[in-house]
């Protein structure tokens, strides 16, 4: 249905203005929860004021929305003139959601809340992944959820939403699987399967999408309209958001900045995915008699192979610092975000080199953007594959219009 709205642009978190028309009662529900799920917990003066609706609607959308479960009360605030203020915020039990993460050598599976905390998180490790064993995991895993949450909260579960690399049947090679076993991947249907155990809706998308989409829900992106963003996992990926809204694009692909060109030192040409991801850096250490797999164990700690990390550092900036200024060339984002499934100092390191890297780069015609650091850190994708059951249900997507409820 369209809808007769005003886009807003300042820098206060509003996204959409709001109507005091019947019959739109859905899309003033999603805007007062996004609102607050950006902004915090507000009173309902202020979100009338902020979302241009009448304190009559919003108070309506606020008794329903708390009944529901979905809002919970604050302590009311004081020292204005006339009756103190009670701010409502997200109540952390109104909802659950299921993210999933298919990498290259584990998968994890988180239960998060309605504000993004995650309740219970579980790994399985592979050789590589093969469609039936993710499927098991995710049953098990989902039984294991409800058991924890028991069978009142078990039924506030939103859906489960699915991060895995594009194509990842393309892969093989760098994988290191076999090419006929992960060609299973390519007419795998991740709704009817899990249909099979499930009848919770299944959102799949590509997992530096959804490593996107949990920084603007939950991370930096609460505080920025647009920008680009890069994350280096197994393999570098990345996301765009525009206008408070991750942009998949058509077909659900933009943001593919792992397949940007990259001009390598022996002058050949390949992708940044072969310039920048964690596998070559996996590769390094293997070579010089490391185990690779310590770069996944938990807690992280890549302390003892300094001048091989500082290498791998140094040759992923100056790939990125490229990356990024053609992106920006493209689309004017003012900040670029890098974050990855590493330390936090290994990321302040990178981007500390990536501003290095820029500084020297030809920006004729170009503005240049300003380059920091995401906040999420290495559970960014099944965060953000947790986020789109959320948003399928409760929130707005300026992009995608209303998703499906």
């Known amino acids: 249905m369209e809808l007769n709205t005003v886009e807003s642009r300042s820098t206060d978190p509003q996204i959409y203005r709001g109507t005091n028309q019947s019959g ?11 609102m607050i799920q950006r902004g915090g917990a507000l009173p309902g003066v202020d979100i009338a004021r902020r979302a241009g609706l009448s304190s009559q609607t919003v108070s309506v959308i606020l008794r329903s929305l708390e009944a529901d479960g979905l809002l919970s009360r604050g302590d009311p605030q004081r020292g204005k003139v006339g009756k103190p203020s009670i701010p409502m915020g997200l109540n952390p039990d109104g909802a659950f959601s299921v993210g999933v993460k298919i990498g290259r050598r584990s998968a994890d599976l988180v239960l998060t809340d309605f504000v993004g905390t995650t309740r219970m998180q579980l790994q399985t490790t592979y050789r ?13 895993g989902l039984t294991t959820f409800r058991e924890h949450l028991g069978d009142t909260l078990s039924a506030r ?3 489960i939403g699915i991060a895995k690399p594009h194509e990842i049947w393309s892969w093989h090679d760098t994988i290191g699987a076999p090419e006929a076993d992960i060609a299973e991947w390519k007419d795998l249907d991740f709704e009817s399967e899990i249909a099979r155990f499930s009848n919770l809706p299944v959102f799949v998308e590509n997992d530096a999408t959804a490593a996107c989409r949990a920084e603007h829900v939950y991370g930096r992106g609460r505080e920025l309209t647009d920008f680009a963003y890069f994350f280096i996992g197994s393999f570098i990926g990345g996301g765009v958001v525009l206008n408070h809204s991750v942009f998949e ?19 050949t040409d390949h992708q940044l995915i072969d310039a920048a991801s964690l596998y070559l850096l996996e590769a390094d250490l293997a070579r010089s008699g490391f185990d690779p ?7 992280q700690d890549w302390s003892d192979f300094p001048d091989i990390l500082t290498a ?5 900036a100056r790939h990125l610092a ?17 974050d990855g499934a590493f330390p936090p100092e290994v990321r302040e390191r990178l981007v500390l080199r990536v501003q290095e890297e820029m500084e020297g780069l030809d920006l004729r015609g170009l503005i240049r953007p300003r380059v920091e650091a995401g906040s999420v850190g290495r559970n960014a994708r099944a965060l953000g594959g947790a986020s ?7 929130l707005l997507n300026t992009h995608g219009g209303l998703a499906q409820s």
């Open 322 to 338: 490229r990356a990024a200024l053609t992106v920006c060339a493209v689309i004017d984002f003012q900040v670029v975000l890098i």
């Open 249 to 267: 694009g058509a077909q659900g692909n933009a943001g593919a900045f792992g397949s940007l060109p990259a001009r390598m030192s022996d002058g």
């Open 24 to 34: 739109l009662r859905d899309y003033n529900e999603r805007l007062v929860l996004s």
């Open 388 to 394: 789109a059951p959320i948003f399928s249900q409760f």
């Open 293 to 299: 797999a310590r770069i996944w164990a938990q807690p």
């Open 128 to 140: 590589y992944p093969m469609p039936t064993a993710i499927l098991g995991f995710i049953k098990a």
């Open 312 to 316: 791998w550092i140094d040759n992923a």
């Open 157 to 159: 579960i939103a859906g």
